[in-house]
């Protein structure tokens, strides 16, 4: 079996057993796996660019552009329906990144990095200052249906773990498609060198540019899910600390699988609902220090554990 | 007229501040190639050391005066103490790696000092206003300045001059310019490295603190508090140029007046004028002011 149908499947499995499992969790549970679903998201774009030897600190600026349009077109545009709300989303930070990735794709390491936090921190600083928009208090999201079917009573009450469950599969099986496509496979070989790749006749600008804006798409759907789970939304999502939060998951889960992103976000936001009720106050210092070890010890993320097991199994 | 002053004094008062601050952001850049994130948090030890030891002072019930010198003696212990501790544990582990790579060390270590810091001082906040009041107000034709902003600004100009003379004017100096241009040879030329990077990172470190010190008198210190100080340093060394000294003074000036202009003209866009000239800058000269382009490598 080829890796590709490999990863399909084990992603069809999770996405079965999410879906089966959707009656035995309580409200909170399903709540934490949706949040860490839209994180995941968010981290898989990162898991795109950092395969493509970028780090970007501002991928809050596509996440809160995500929740922000969906915010909008519920309340704005009465598009009151949870599909097309985060497909809205992901279409609003696709259309941004296409925007700024007229710029962005022109630098690289911590010129990258700095640039992207900086248009993060403006869009943050754009949020803040617009009353239209709640200002600092953000506004409330209420999604009203899915597909036509009430979100209020019987089965819709699982309709945004619906949204958020099949969404992460379909990004996931499309990215990792795209991930061994052609244009996917620049993506390693622009880190390894680009000067060479661009002898070879790619143009490397575009691809990065590519890469931006599916990054950017894939954080927006994050964003809208996000502001439809949590019924609402506010500038602290564009601030620099969750975009610092991504790449945190990516760099722990590491650039190996598309599943990686998803399960890092899942551990996470399980240690972090664990920690905020026994040790609030020091549950950034064991973050840091996983951060640390992760890196010093796991350049490749704790993903890598299993891969590397299996290969000296074969 | 009178709103231009404003403008210019508020403008300088704060670019002095940020330039204390991003003068150890650059430094430490410059000769270790670490764009420091912890940066902010070595700020806030900095004020929560000084909150704690003029506190300490005063409850003593010695002469309030003796206030600034317990912010100077509280940016000088984080220094000696927290920086050495940083390097020797910490970064002298990851030399070498990817400029990224170290980013991200230092965001870990970011997350961790943040709550070290809520671990050792609490949750609650903490004020030292005496040195603020102590000296009075000062008219500035129709404007009235607390004279304090006065200190800052001159704590400031003895930073860069300090640094000016003893990076360009000391034996010590050259080493680090040495070690700036070429890290292995200078190693090879018998240069200690190591000890210069340990210097470079305890004074990059003692200038946060200093930065975080001197603003401790003049708000509330709480958990935090770094957490927008290390952006806006960072839009100051990339403005000027990262790991340059003068583009770190000029940086500051520029961000100090884009503010203080915005703040008095049109408030609504205060918080983002500033990247909105970070990310002007970057578009034009990608790699700041005062930083040649760079070739690319095959």
């Known amino acids: 079996m080829s890796t590709f149908r490999r990863t399909t499947l084990g992603l069809a499995i999770a996405l079965v057993a999410l879906a089966a499992a959707a009656p035995l969790l309580p409200r909170w549970a399903m709540f934490l796996v949706i949040i860490s679903l839209a994180k995941g998201l968010a981290a898989l774009g990162l898991l795109l660019l950092m395969r493509t030897g970028l780090v970007s600190f501002g991928q809050g600026l596509y996440f809160a552009t995500g929740a922000y349009a969906a915010g909008v077109a519920a309340n704005s545009l009465h598009v009151g329906d949870a599909a097309l709300m985060v497909l809205g989303g992901g279409a609003a930070a696709a259309g941004v990144a296409a925007l700024l990735g007229l710029l962005l794709a022109r630098y690289r390491a911590i010129f990258f990095a700095m640039l992207s936090l900086a248009f993060s921190m403006i869009l943050y600083g754009l949020l803040v200052k617009t009353p239209a928009l709640g200002s600092t208090d953000g506004f409330n999201v209420s999604p009203r249906t899915l597909l036509g079917l009430s979100l209020a009573s019987g089965p819709g009450r699982y309709g945004i773990y619906g949204v958020a469950i099949s969404s992460a599969f379909g990004c996931a099986v499309v990215l990792d498609r795209y991930l061994r496509s052609y244009l996917g496979r620049l993506a390693p070989a622009i880190r390894d060198n680009e000067l060479r790749v661009e002898y070879m006749g790619a143009s490397v600008r575009n691809v990065v540019h590519l890469n931006l804006v599916v990054a950017g798409a894939l954080a927006g759907f994050g964003g809208a899910i996000t502001a439809l789970a949590v019924g609402h939304v506010d500038p602290e999502m564009a601030y620099w600390t969750t975009s610092g939060e991504f790449v945190f998951v990516a760099i722990l889960s590491g650039t190996a699988s598309v599943a990686a992103p998803f399960a890092g976000a899942l551990v996470l936001e399980m240690l972090r609902s664990f920690a905020y009720e026994h040790a609030p106050n020091s549950w950034q210092l064991v973050m840091g220090a996983a951060m640390l070890a992760v890196i010093l010890f796991l350049p490749d993320g704790l993903w890598s554990v299993f891969r590397r097991r299996r290969r000296a199994a074969t | ?298």
């Open chain 2, 1 to 298: 007229m009178g709103t231009i002053l404003a403008v210019l004094v508020d403008g300088v008062i704060y670019a002095s501040w940020l330039f204390i601050i991003a003068a150890g952001l650059t430094i430490v850049y410059g000769v270790m190639r670490i764009l420091n994130m912890a940066h902010g948090s070595l700020y806030a030890l900095g004020a929560y050391a000084a909150a704690s030891l003029a506190g300490a002072w005063l409850r003593a019930g010695l002469a309030p005066i003796g206030t600034y010198a317990m912010l100077v003696l509280a940016a000088g212990i984080v220094g000696v103490v927290v920086g050495p501790l940083i390097e020797r544990g910490l970064l002298r582990h990851v030399y070498g790696r990817d400029e990224v790579v170290l980013v991200l060390v230092t965001y870990a270590l970011f997350l961790m000092i943040e709550d070290a810091v809520k671990l050792v001082w609490g949750v609650e906040s903490y004020f030292v206003t005496e040195p603020y009041g102590l000296l009075g107000n000062v008219e500035l034709g129709p404007l009235s300045y607390p004279v304090y902003s006065g200190i800052l600004v001159l704590a400031a100009l003895v930073v860069g001059v300090a640094l000016r003379f003893g990076i360009y004017g000391t034996r010590y100096g050259k080493l680090l310019i040495a070690v700036i241009h070429d890290r292995e040879v200078s190693a090879a030329l018998g240069i200690n490295v190591n000890r210069v990077y340990l210097v470079t990172f305890t004074l990059g470190t003692m200038l946060a603190a200093l930065g975080g010190a001197l603003t401790a008198p003049t708000v509330s210190v709480v958990p935090g508090m770094g957490v927008e100080v290390i952006v806006l340093a960072f839009a100051v060394v990339v403005i000027g140029g990262l790991g340059s000294m003068p583009g770190a003074a000029l940086g500051a000036l520029i961000v100090g007046l884009v503010r203080s202009a915005s703040v008095h003209f049109i408030p609504q866009v205060e918080l983002f004028s500033i990247y909105l000239v970070m990310a002007l800058v970057l578009a034009f000269r990608p790699r700041g002011l005062f930083v040649a382009p760079e070739a690319r490598k095959i």
